[in-house]
């Protein structure tokens, strides 16, 4: 079954403690975009990634970090969480990063909160 | 500027009624896409309809039409026949093919209720 997997699913952590979220997809998708959900400012982009080893800033970069040493994956990382950044998170892929007709597939989503 | 605008913070709608969710948008990008998401209470996003800008006819997918007014900006999603199921937020999102890179903008999303 083509998807997007995130995880994990629900993390509560405490303000400082690194954590990463990770996601694969199988659908060997060359973009891969994470985003961040808040209520009343809808999706906001955090990162995102054209290809292998490529990898941009979004609207909302700061205090993230992600790379993509394989295609499949595409790790979010929080070195140094702080509560402003508990969210619902996503992650999406789509064919190419190019054109404006691919729909982007959504993993599940992370629930994370920062204490 | 807002670039996708949902007026709609929620709407209610009786069962096997229809119901239009407004989105409209803001672009200077002649190519782009606008896509429209269904955001269920356990959280996952799925996607539901496209429309390309050079797309002459309106998107259809089932039971999903988008209504596509390209000179007023507008792309509402319209939902026949609404079942119980179809209860949840619903998001538009553009993206444009100049260099967004991809990029999906979000509008603010539309919680929609089906009543029995």
């Known amino acids: 079954e083509a998807q997007v997997t995130q995880n994990p699913r629900y993390l509560i952590t405490v303000t400082g403690k690194k954590l990463t979220v990770t996601c694969s997809q199988n659908?060997?998708?060359?973009?891969m975009s994470w985003y961040r959900q808040d209520p009343g400012l809808g999706l906001r982009q955090i990162y995102y990634?054209?290809?292998?080893?490529?990898?941009d800033k979004g609207d909302v970069p700061e205090g993230y970090k992600v790379s993509r040493k394989e295609k499949r994956n595409f790790p979010l990382i929080l070195e140094s969480p702080s509560p402003n950044q508990t969210s619902l998170y996503f992650c999406?892929?789509?064919?190419?990063?190019?054109?404006?007709?691919?729909?982007?597939?959504f993993g599940d989503g992370t629930r994370l909160s920062i204490l | 500027a807002q670039k996708i605008t949902q007026t709609q913070p929620g709407m209610f709608v009786q069962e096997k009624e229809a119901v239009t969710l407004d989105c409209t948008y803001d672009?200077?990008?002649?190519?782009?896409?606008l896509f429209w998401y269904k955001q269920p209470s356990s959280g996952e996003m799925i996607f539901l309809i496209y429309?390309?800008?050079?797309?002459?006819q309106n998107a259809t997918e089932g039971r999903y039409s988008l209504n596509f007014q390209k000179a007023r900006k507008s792309a509402n999603l319209v939902i026949s026949a609404s079942q119980l199921g179809d209860s949840a937020m619903y998001f538009c999102?553009?993206?444009?093919?100049?260099?967004?890179?991809?990029?999906?903008?979000f509008g603010q999303g539309t919680i929609l209720t089906v009543h029995p």
């Open positions: 999406a892929s789509s064919l190419t990063g190019t054109g404006h007709n691919q729909p982007q597939h």
């Open positions: 659908m060997n998708h060359e973009y």
């Open positions: 990634s054209m290809n292998v080893e490529v990898t």
């Open positions: 672009t200077s990008d002649p190519s782009y896409g």
């Open positions: 429309q390309g800008s050079y797309d002459q």
């Open positions: 999102a553009m993206r444009e093919g100049g260099t967004s890179y991809g990029k999906l903008t």
